[in-house]
C-alpha cells in the first residue's frame, strides 16, 4: 500500500466536514501503517470542483493530507456523476492507489458506485470504522459496517485493487494535524465527454436540517416512548424545549414512521450519525440501529420509565421516570 485516496467533497464553495473527518481518519491509518508495519503511506485528496478556495485548502492540510489533487470542473457548473466518475477514473488510473475512501454524502452515494464499476472493483458502503490489517503480507484496508438490519458488525477485507469504502458523515473526528510539507497539483482530465444532463436551475431544500443536526452541540431526541394522543404534543415542547437551551430536535426511526417528524430529524443507521456534545434521549428503547446514530456523543442522559431498557447500557447518566413529565419539569423550570 503506497497511498490512501480521499475522494473530498466541495458543497457550497466549501470543502465539506465529512471530507475531512475522511481526511484525517487516512491520516490515522498513515500513523498506524507507520508504527506497525513501518511503511510510509501518503494521504491524498482529491477534489473535482469549479473552484477550490485558499481556507478549503488549508483545512485539507491541516485535517492530515500530504497532497491535494485539484481537478477544475469545466464541463458544468454543478455535480454530474456521469462525468465526474470519469474524470476521476481518468486521473486514477493514471495516479493509482490501493484505496479510495468517499464521504457517504448524498452525491458521493451516487458516484463511488460509478467509480468501482468502472475500476471493476467492490465498494465497502457506510463503514462505521476502518484499519489497517496485514493479510498474506500485504497491508489490506478492513472496513467494518453493519449488517443484518444493524444485528452484527462485519469486518470486510476486499480481494480487489482498489480498496473502497464509504463512511457516513460524523463517524470520524476531524484532527488538526500539523504537517510539514505540502504538495499541491492539478490535473487535466483526457476525456471530457458531452454533458447530455442541462442544469435548469437548482433549489435549496431548506426544510432539511440534516447539516443542523450534524452541527448541534446538544440534541433533545424523542422517540415512541413520548408520543401523545395527539402524536406531536410532546415533539412541540422539546421544540421549545431546544429553542431555549440552543439545542436540535432529532428522533428515532418510529417516529418518522408514524408521520410526526421529517426523516431529516432521525439518527441512527439509516439516518444520520451525530456527535454533540450532550444528547438526551427521551422515551427511546436504544434499538442498535439508532444506537449506531449517536453513540460517540460525549454525555448521553437517557430517560426512559422501563429500567431495564437498552438505552441504558449507553447512558452516562440513566434516568427511569415518565419522560413526558421530565419534559414538562424542564420546561417549567425555564419558562
Ligand atoms: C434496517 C433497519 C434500519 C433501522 N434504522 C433506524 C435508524 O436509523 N434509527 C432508528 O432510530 N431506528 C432505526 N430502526 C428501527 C429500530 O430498530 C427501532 O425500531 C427504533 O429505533 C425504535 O424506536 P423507539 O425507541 O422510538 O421506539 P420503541 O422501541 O417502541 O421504544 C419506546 C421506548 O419508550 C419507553 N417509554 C414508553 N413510554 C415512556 C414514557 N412515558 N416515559 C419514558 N419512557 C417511555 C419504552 O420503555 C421504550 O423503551 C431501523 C430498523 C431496521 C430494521
Redesign the pocket.
Known sequence: MNKIIVYSEINAEKVTDASLELISKAYELKLQSNTEFQKDILVEAVVIAVELDELSKQRIYKAGADRIIFIKDTSAFCFMPTIYSKIFVDYFNQNPSDVILFPASEKTRTLAPRITTLLDTGLVADCTNLELVLKNNDIKLASTRPTF??ELMATILSKKIPQCATVRPGTFKIKDVNLGMKEYFEFTPSIYEENRIKLLRSLLDNKVSTSTLQNAKIVLA??????SANKIEYFDKLQKLAKILNATVA???????YGIMPSSS???????TITPELYI??????????I??MKNSKIIIA????EN???FNYADYKIV??????IDDMLGSVL
Open positions: 438490519g444493524g424523542g422517540g415512541y416512548g413520548i408520543v428522533c428515532t426511526r418510529k417516529v418518522v414512521d432521525q439518527v441512527g443507521q439509516t439516518g444520520q434521549a427521551f422515551g427511546i428503547s436504544g434499538a442498535i440501529q439508532h449506531m446514530g430517560v426512559n420509565e422501563d431498557a437498552d438505552i421516570a415518565d419522560a413526558k413529565k421530565v
